[in-house]
């Protein structure tokens, strides 16, 4: 079984533009995230996709593998798509959020696991989840929500709390969702081929187009919550950490 790493990377994010160019102890935020991606050695190969030149060259003039995007995409699933359509040979793709410098190796072996355990093929992709109980997180439309059914099955994913609480006597989980996934080639390359709909165009959360669609995600639990760089306040936060 063939496994790669793709690293979907755009300069323009929205909320913190050039951030994955920016400074973290002594390297870009994205060079950072690769290396620490390729130094799992779980993968056969690792690349970063991206639409923007000035990524690509960070990564190459590092010795490292990048891949251009020739079209625009909304979403990282498209760009790694786009990006397999012609490597024939690869059986997993592990996506690995470029602004996740903080690569986790138990957490990436589980999900690659999952894949060896299925054995009739049933699961198209699998994702990560953090347990999460401070209300202001769960509230947080930054932070998705996922929540599954008794064999860890994603039913849902939402920027809003979910489940509601109406009987706060009930104790029940709250999970985050982690953009960590692992596909099976043909999962990604059919989310490439099939039309956004109307929950997923809402949540602006693009694993809601596999559920849409009928696929069915397997979601493990980790309790390593990481640090995502979203803000100029998580780059402090992770260039502390890191040293």
């Known amino acids: 079984m063939k496994v790669i790493s793709m690293i979907p990377a755009r300069y323009k994010a929205s909320r913190f533009p050039g951030k994955l160019m920016q400074n973290l102890a002594g390297k870009t935020v994205i060079l950072r995230t690769y290396e620490a991606t390729v ?44 990006a397999i359509e012609t490597m024939s040979d690869v059986d997993i793709v592990v996506n690995v959020q470029g602004d996740e410098p903080f690569t ?6 589980s999900l690659i696991h999952v894949f060896h355990d299925d054995t009739h093929k049933e699961i198209d992709l699998a994702s990560l989840m953090v347990r999460i109980t401070e209300w202001e997180e769960i509230k947080n439309p930054n932070t998705v929500k996922v929540i599954v059914d008794q064999n860890n099955f994603a039913l849902y994913f939402s920027r809003s709390p979910i489940p509601y609480a ?21 999962a990604l ?37 990481g640090v995502e760089i979203d803000t100029p306040e998580d780059l402090e936060l992770a260039n502390k950490l890191w040293t």
């Open 39 to 82: 130094n799992t050695q779980l993968f056969d190969d690792v690349y970063v996709v991206t639409d923007s030149t000035i990524i690509y060259d960070e990564i190459v003039s590092h010795g490292g593998k990048a891949i251009m995007s020739k079209k625009e995409h909304e979403c990282g699933s498209d760009r790694i798509a786009e």
């Open 104 to 109: 986790e190796v138990t957490a990436l072996k």
């Open 166 to 186: 109406r009987d706060t006597r009930v104790a029940v989980p709250y999970f985050k969702h982690k953009g960590v996934y692992a596909f099976r080639r043909q």
């Open 189 to 225: 390359l059919d989310f490439y081929n099939l039309p956004m709909l109307p929950l997923e165009a809402s949540e602006k959360i693009e694993c809601i187009r596999y559920l849409e669609y009928g696929k069915k995600i397997k979601m493990v639990e980790t309790n390593i919550q």
